[in-house]
């Protein structure tokens, strides 16, 4: 988890999960992050969303998420970094196969709570050039770059055409699976082998 | 279309409620419709986005704007869809200047105000399936299908494989559109050319 503001915290926090007897304020913390999910995720958007709402959901007093987040903008980027999990860690062996469960990653049962999610925080995200730099680099750009290095790798490897835009192909990659998710763009394309139907469709362009 | 200032949409109301001036209520109508897109561009959540904001910016009482719209969500729909502006007619020439046509009618100058509007309806959009109804079947199918009828037409003139996937083609051209417009997705690729680069791209794997 690389969420800027938080980032040694959330290394405690990490280390709570392996042992039995995790300290309340992890528990707290965890309720907190669930409860800005549930609110974000039932359609409230991040504008009308209150610090009290979320104390309130999470059974905690509103002191206690100022302790640990200064604002309401920090909080929001630690719990999408939550809810996006790990940053993938692809298995090296095949490009195409790499960028399959890249995808399949993106779109998984819970696509659609991230979809709502990540729907009701854009208004956020478009309002202040703060909170997009911030997005970008704690949630965007750490996952964007484990792809860029497939595809690198699959230039060298020569899987892939020595002159592919890598940049393109990335937003080609990964802008069909958030339209999906945020605006189920086009319901005529079933989710059931999506990543793999993308990605051939891509690599059929991409191969040299 | 120009915002008016709420001056002479005062006046234009003023006449409309003394006389006939079925154009002067349209100029009223469209001084309601530019209030919301000003509103939704500058960040407000269509969630947060309060009937009596978008009368007092306009300059005209509530009541002119419910005799129009009977709720928030038929004057978003409308407002969108002014936005989106008619629904372009290829010149059907190429398949590819057809495509780059239609993706850079995406992708215009005003783009980012599109981007901005379309993200901060997206709370509204899914919180409820009645109004993600109503904005496919407004907003995106009546593009989406014009652009199926190029792919299809391409198909059949042979300039594209037969068994293209026609609905993950349509997704393919438009997803990464969607995401840099709502979501700036990646800023390392630029919007001079946007269009031809993503068509070629896609075009390379979608040949005969």
């Known amino acids: 988890m690389e969420a800027m503001t938080t980032a040694s915290v959330d290394a405690v926090a990490d280390q709570d999960r392996k042992g039995p007897g995790r300290p309340r304020s992890a528990r707290a913390d965890e309720a907190i992050i669930e409860a800005v999910l549930d609110l974000l995720s039932a359609g409230q958007s991040a504008d009308a969303l209150s610090i009290e709402a979320v104390a309130a959901k999470a059974g905690v007093g509103k002191a206690t998420i100022y302790r640990r987040w200064p604002n309401k903008e920090a909080l929001l980027i630690d719990a999408v970094t939550t809810m996006k999990g790990p940053v993938p860690e692809p298995a090296g062996v095949s490009v195409r196969d790499d960028l399959v469960a890249l995808i399949a990653g993106m779109r998984t049962k819970r696509m659609h709570h991230y979809g709502k999610v990540t729907a009701c925080l854009l208004p956020e995200l478009v309002k202040g050039e703060e909170m997009h730099k911030v997005y970008q680099a704690g949630v965007v750009e750490p996952r964007r770059d484990v792809m860029r290095g497939v ?58």
């Not at 339209?179 to 990605?199: S, Y």
Request: charged share 25%.
């Open 151 to 208: 595809l690198r790798r699959g230039i060298e490897s020569g899987e892939l055409r020595a002159d592919l835009d890598v940049e393109l192909t990335l937003l080609m990659l990964s802008g069909p699976a958030i339209a999906q998710n945020m605006l189920r763009w086009n319901p005529a394309v079933p989710d059931e082998g999506f990543a793999e139907h993308l990605v051939d469709a891509i690599l059929r362009g991409a191969r040299p």
